[in-house]
Each structure stands twice: as C-alpha cells, then as structure tokens.
C-alpha cells in the first residue's frame, strides 16, 4: 500500500516562490493498494497525477473518493486529462451532503459559462455513487469506511484498508472541546492519520485576527491529540493554509513532533510506503 501527495493545501491553490517547496496545489492524495488506485479528492492536484499517468501509459480504472463538494476539493476534476479518454474507467464516489448529488455538483462546475466542456461531454466511462455514514464497502483490493465529521455543508472521513495496513483521510474537519468520537473509531489504530491541520492554536482562537472557529478546519495540536488517542503510527499535517510558507509548514511540523514524535507535513511529492504486515514481519 502507497500514498503519494499531489496536492496538499486547502482552501484555495497558492503557486509561488514561499510555497513552491512544499506545494501550491489542493488536495489530491494517489493511494496504490496492489491493482487498485484510488484519489482521495479532487483538487488541481489531480492535474499533475493525470499527466503522471498519461506518462505511464494511461489511468485505466481507478475510483476517486471524495471529502465534500467544495471548489478546491472538486477542481482538478476538468484538468484531468484522462478524463477526456475512452479507455478511462472512473468511479466517482461521495458522500450525501444535502440536496445536491456527487454528479450535481461535478455537472454544476462544468456548465456555461464557467466551462467549456459540459461533464456529460467526457470521453471516459464515469460511474457515480453515493455512500453513507459508516458505510464500509469494497473498491477492488481495499475495504473502505464512511464517516461523516464536522464541516459546514458536511464532509466525509474515509478509511482505507489492504492486507492489514490502513490509512484514513480526513480532511477539512473542525475538533470539538473534546476529540471527535466518530474520528477517534474511524482512525483507531491506522497506519497513516491524514488530518486537517490548517491553523495554528492561536490562529484558531482569532490571537491576531479573526477567529476560525465554526469554520470548519483543525490544529496540528489536536491532530496530535486525534493520532495519540486514537494510536495511529504516522499522523501527516493536511491542508495547509495557502497562505503558509514553506518555513511556516515547517515550523508547525516541528511543533507536531514535539507532541507526537512520528509527525510529518504533507509535500507534494511526498510517497508514504506501508507494506503488508507479512511483508514488514520477513523484513
């Protein structure tokens, strides 16, 4: 099982010379687990993975998980050039989060005038699908989990699971007073916590500035708490503010590790290798 970052900030992508070490683009995550791919969202991260698999020959069949339905989650989505090939199979699941569907929202930013391609108009075969919370159900070799956290418009945490390694995704979810219960079984245990950790403490409470608070993002501080309790093995700060400099991330990836020693901010680039538990054992 692998996980490859392609895009690692939130809220709006952030190209320039103080960002350009860790990465500007948003949140795109490539899991590998034996013949199965899978993207967790699709931020203008999903551009370079599609030419990085055009390179290799082509996606072929891969699903794409996403949070929620928020532009830079949703974007890369009309950058994708396998997207626009007949010999593409995708697999767009999502959770229900009100009214609108998965395919409402893909369909709603492609339209006229805000694109020129209509979602209908794409050359790949696209199946969408809708999941609920704690739903657990099967793409190819990985077993996924649903949960729902707490994000205003609601937002899905997912937990993927191969040959006894795991990795959860959650993304643009808010802490509680307390850590989040439905977080706390979701990664209980996990190889790799891929949090939201977007602030700092002091950002968070609006120390300057306005507070964050109800906005629907996190701390590298209760990241650190999340993967203590719940005893991950690698928590990976997610999300950074795009106004974060590459010594900002930096920064706050050291105050993580003096929390939670196996803490590391996510890079574009960055591949995170976990073997099956036989394999780790011969090793």
């Not at 070799?141 to 956290?149: F, Q």
């Not at 409470?205 to 501080?221: F, I």
């Not at 590391?264 to 976990?274: F, H, M, N, S």
């Amino acid at each position: 099982m692998q996980a490859t970052f392609w895009g690692v900030r939130g809220s709006i992508a952030s190209p320039g010379p103080a960002t350009s070490g860790v990465g500007g683009n948003t949140s795109a995550v490539e899991i590998v687990a034996g013949d199965t791919r899978i993207v967790l969202d699709g931020g203008t991260g999903l551009r370079p993975l599609g030419d990085a698999l055009l390179a290799k020959g082509g996606a072929g069949k891969l699903a794409m998980l996403f949070s929620h339905y928020h532009w830079d989650h949703i974007q890369g989505l009309p950058f994708f050039v396998p997207a626009y090939m007949p010999d593409t199979e995708l697999t767009l699941i999502g959770g229900a989060l009100g009214p609108a569907t998965l395919k409402d929202a893909l369909m709603e930013q492609m339209r006229s005038p805000v694109f020129p391609v209509r979602f209908e108009e794409l050359s790949s075969r696209i199946e969408t699908r809708e999941v609920r919370p704690f739903e657990r159900f099967e793409i190819g070799d990985v077993v996924v989990t649903a949960a729902k956290l707490n994000h205003p418009g609601g937002v899905f945490g997912y937990r993927l699971e191969h040959q006894g390694r795991s990795v959860v995704y959650a993304t643009d979810t808010e802490h509680y007073a307390c850590v989040d219960p439905a977080l706390v079984r979701l990664a209980e245990g996990a190889d790799v916590l891929i949090y939201d950790s977007q602030y700092t403490p002091a950002e968070y409470a609006g120390r300057p500035g306005l507070s964050k608070v109800g906005w629907g993002h996190s701390t590298y501080a209760a990241g650190a708490e999340l993967a203590r309790i719940a005893g991950v093995e690698t928590y990976v700060l997610f999300h950074h503010d795009p106004r974060r400099t590459d010594a900002g991330v930096a920064e706050l990836e050291a105050k993580a590790q003096a929390l939670f020693a196996s803490s590391v901010a996510a890079r574009e680039g960055l591949t995170l290798d976990l073997p099956g538990k036989a394999r780790a054992a011969a090793a």
